[in-house]
Every structure is written in C-alpha cells, then in structure tokens.
C-alpha cells in the first residue's frame, strides 16, 4: 500500500456557516413577499465512501469518510425576478484515524441571491458565487452585475474577495474584482475584452488580461477560443482555440493550445505560489490535435483522436492516437471501448491503453437493479516505472429509484493497480433525494 500524505485540510466551519444561516435568513424573510410563484427544488447527495490508507500512525489504516451535499434552488422558471441559490458540502470522518487533518470538514461551495430583469438582460448576484468572465474563473464572495449595453454590446463587472484565499492569513486585505466588455452581433460573432486582478493580504496576487472569440463563419465553419495575458509577468499565458465544421456527416475539430509555464502559473512575488516549481522552470508546452466525429447507422459512433505534445524545455514531443466506438440503443444503453497509442520519449508517455465501457439504463423485466454501468482501463508501458509495466482500473456501479423516483440509491466500487499504488479498492454508497414544491 502507498503512503499518501493526509488529505482534506482545515475548514473554518463558522465562516461557512455563518454565510450559509444569513443568506438562509435574508432569502426566508424577503423573497416570499415578492415570488409568490417562485418553485423550490432541493437536492440532497448523502455519500458514504471507505478505502485504506497509510496515514503517520498506521498502516492500510480503514478510511470511512461520511459527505452530505446540499443544493437548494428558489427561482420562478424563465420568468424575471428574484431567485435564491445555495450548494454546500460537509464531511465527518467516521473512522477518526487521523487520515484527514480535522474529524469534520466543509464548504459552502456557492449561496447567493440573483436578480434577473425585464430590460436589456440585466442580471445581479450577491453572494457566494462562480464567475466565468473571460480570463476570470473564481469563486468569490461579493457582487456580479451583467447588462446588454446597446444592441452590439454588452457588459459585466464583479468585486468581492477570493474564496480560494480565505484560508491564508485571514480575508483581510484580500480582494478581486474585474470586468468583460464584448461586441457581438447575434448569430456571427462575440468578441469580448477582459481584466481581473487579484490582492492577497493587501499584496498583488495576479493581474491578467485576456481576449475570448465566438464566431460563427460561413459554410457552417465556428471558430472559438481565448487568449490570456499576464500583466504582472508582461507574457502571454494562455492560446487557446478550436475550430469546427462538418465534412458531410463528419465532425471535425481541430484545436491549438499553447501554455507558456511562466506567464500561466506566475503570481506577483510575495504570496505564496503553489506552482512556484513549474514557474522556475520557464517551460513552455504547445499542443495540437484534431477529432472526428463519425455517425454510422442510427447506433454507432466513431470518434478519431491525434494529439501531439511538444515541451520546449524538456525537448521532448509525444504524440497520442486513439479510436473510441460507443453503440447506443433506442433505450439510451451503451456499449462502447477505446484504444489509444501515446509515443512519446519518457516511460510515462510510451503506453498502449485500452478502454471498456458499459451503461445500462433499461434492465430486463424482473431485475431488481435500476442501472448498472461498467468500466475497464488498462495500460501497457514500453518501460517499467517503478518496477511495474503497466496499470489496472476497474469501476462497478449500480443503483435503483425509489419513492416515484424521487429517492435513488447508488451503490459502486473502484480497483486501481498502478506504478504509483501497489492495489487500491474503494467503495462508496450514494444516497439521492430530490424534492420539487410549488411556494
């Protein structure tokens, strides 16, 4: 059995719930007033996972972590108005064999109030809350405010404080705000503009700048992509960008990616940087590649895949072949595999893998199962890494509705054998209940 470093990290359980009791209060005490209409959903995901590991004090030591998910939605359907929204995890470990830091954990992941109005698609979050505005992928607490500007423009802006910082030294002094302004014109393109920066502690923590592409081109040809621009390092991070088009019934998708190590990973000196390895070694990686899509009958697919890799630092280029085939019934079950080739010039990139896959969503009359779906990965290395040639993985799952399927049990268990795990069996039980009411 490997050794794994303990996992899970400290939370500051008040701080998640106290945002989690005082949007649940705001939203109680306000929104009925105004969305006598409005629709609850809830969600409920109880997990139940177990698996060994090799904490400081033992060994093969049994692993029973318990996660309850929550997600609660509060919004009148494609109507205008006010709407609630709130998702959170919490974690206990049954065991208590010092596999993860603390015995509890938790996260409010996102809670937050949303406006939506009649006029120009105006749009308001307050909250806890993701945000994808061109170079900004975050979660923060604070404000996001999207409008039409006119017919050939639109705009959003967002402020508040990184979730991702909260942790480090207090949220004193940490902040981030940014902003996107595109042109479009509907059906042809959108062109949008974007900035975000980031202060940890009262320090620069990154500022990036970056430009995002939809178009929509003649004889069914769309383009889309992005491309970042740190403005702390003064380099380009990120290109990003992918075509699309049919040849007859085929789908082709070519693509280009270019991450240059430094730019991408590089924060501001004075905070701590996670990827401060990655960004000393100033390496540079372009990939390129293409997929096809390929409809045969009314059951089969056939997808090619090549990809090609090149590190300029490493000066080594590998390059990825693959053919997937995936039948599907009128019954939505699938049966499918994967093989695929990477020729590369280290052991870790010279492999031949292979992939089956099944999901069953119609059982025969008579069985007690609701679904059941199956996967197989193996691997072959050219060369031994760590003494081993190759990899395992096998994954079975299975589950049943209960209650007019408002209640599903999900029951699955996972085997590894790998270079890097000498056997891995994990198990894991998913309670779901889903709840729908009319306010």
Known sequence: MSILPCSGGSMRMTDRLGWFLGLVCFFAVGLPLSASAAELSFQSDTIFRSFSRDPATESDAAVFPAYEYLQ????????????????GWGRADVADNDYFTETTGGELVYGYLEFSGEQARFNARLGRQYVFEGVANESIDGL???SDLGKYFSGSVYAGQPVALSEENGRGGDSIYGARVANHLVGKYDLGISYKKINSDGEDAGETAGIDLSAYLPGGVNLFGYSTYNLEYDGWGEHSYELRFNLGSTTIRPYFQKFQYADYFGIAGGTVNPFGLLVAGDEELTVLGTDL????????????????????????????????????????????????????DTAQTKYTMVRLFTYQDHMPDGCPLGFFSSDLVYVSYDQEIY????SLFISLASGKKFMEDALEVKISGDYSKDPYFDEDVRGMLILSYHFDHAL
């Open 387 to 390: 003494g081993e040639d190759s």
């Open 293 to 344: 899509t390929v409809p045969v009958g009314d059951s089969w697919v056939l997808v090619g895949k090549a990809k090609h890799y090149d590190y300029q630092q490493l000066d080594d280029s590998s390059q990825y072949f693959a053919m997937q085939g995936t039948w599907t019934s009128e019954e939505n079950n699938q049966i499918g595999g994967e093989i695929g080739v990477m020729n590369g």
């Open 144 to 146: 996001r405010l999207s």
């Open 72 to 87: 609660v939605d509060i919004e009148t359907p494609e109507e205008p108005g006010l709407a609630f929204h709130l998702y």
